[in-house]
């Protein structure tokens, strides 16, 4: 008895499926006092809508088949409007990702950083351990990005 | 006529032949669909989308599992749809009865809620609850039968009926005493 209830307290607080079937395969199966408490197949039974209950279903063929009949004709609908229609969206989203694309390019090309990069740098003298040196200014293509390097003059 | 000879007739094209699944199975699908989602309205609609699915679906039934299966696990999802629709239903007619009592009192309030027919007991366990119930009750199905209806494991599947089960006789124990 005090076993069923630790395995009855054990079923409440354990968190996961798999334990509490544990607990029901290795004891509240087998337990006859466990199995009181639990309501048969003939105590349920009467709570639940049986087959026989069930009427009226008469109608329910008729608007299965007048369905069935319309996926029917969907089915056999051309097939060329419907492919009239996917060449159209394929077209304009090309059309968007090409306008897209070429706009990009010639903005990008007429970026005014690259124009101006002479102007906005400009390096009068450079020294490296107390000698002069020679600095390089670069820009990647398509960056903002400026590098200014500078080497030894060996 | 067995199953597999239905099915059979059926993807030659015999529309007619449905028929004859449809008569068979339609008594213990629309038992099931009203045990979980609880209203006439509803569980007729889903039967209706089962068998619609099932016609559809017909060229990729496996003949080695029973229809009877199929068809209950195809009515359990669909049910489950039902179900979710409804929760999102009621939270939108909830939202509408409060933002504008007067304007939904003025229709008829009916046709919003539909009469349930699951009282009593059954109000008190989930739908997950209430299909293992019914699949062991009236179907004898074992757990690994019920979790493959459920597209649950065969633990969980007894679980929920180790609840059911055990909720039903504390009722039925509080309504003796």
Redesign the interface.
């Known amino acids: 008895m005090f076993r069923c209830k630790a395995i009855n307290f054990l079923f409440i607080i354990l968190p996961l ?2 334990w ?3 607990l ?2 290795r004891h ?1 199966q087998e337990c006859p006092e466990c199995q009181k ?5 003939e ?3 009467p ?8 009427g009226g ?1 008469e109608g ?2 008729p ?3 007048t ?3 319309q ?1 029917k004709r969907k089915k056999l609908r051309p097939l060329r409007p419907r492919l009239r229609w996917a060449f159209r969206a394929v077209g304009l989203f090309v059309a968007i990702a090409a306008g897209i694309w070429l706009y990009r390019i010639f903005t990008l090309d007429k970026s005014p950083l690259k124009e101006s990069l002479v102007e906005r740098f400009q390096i009068n003298y450079i020294r490296i351990e107390d000698k002069p040196a020679r600095a390089f200014l670069f820009q990647p293509h398509d960056s903002e990005m400026i590098f200014v390097w500078a080497e030894k003059n060996i | 006529m067995d199953d597999k000879q239905l099915i059979e007739n059926c993807l030659k094209g015999d529309v007619d032949e449905f028929k004859k699944i449809v008569d068979k199975y339609r008594g213990k699908t629309m038992a099931l669909a009203l045990n979980i989602l609880g209203n006439k309205e509803d569980a007729e609609d889903a039967c209706q989308d089962v068998f619609m699915k099932v016609y559809l679906n017909l060229d990729k039934f496996d003949f080695k599992k029973s229809l009877n299966n199929w068809l209950y696990s195809i009515l359990y999802n669909r049910c489950l749809d039902y179900l979710r629709k409804k929760r999102r239903f009621y939270k939108f007619f909830k939202k509408v009865k409060r933002d504008s009592f007067q304007f939904v009192n003025k229709k008829n309030s009916n046709s919003f809620e539909r009469q349930p027919i699951v009282q009593g007991v059954l109000k008190e366990l989930s739908h997950k609850e209430r299909t293992v119930l019914f699949l062991w009750a009236n179907e004898g199905y074992t757990s690994e039968e019920m979790a493959s209806v459920m597209k649950c494991s065969s633990s969980t599947a007894r679980v929920h009926l180790f609840k059911a089960r055990k909720k039903i006789k504390a009722i039925l124990e509080k309504e003796n005493v």
Request: hydrophobic share 45%.
């Open positions: 499926k798999c509490r079937d544990f029901i395969r509240i408490k639990l309501a048969g197949v105590e349920v039974k709570f639940l809508i049986q087959e026989e209950e069930v279903l329910l063929w608007e299965i088949k369905k069935l009949s996926e």
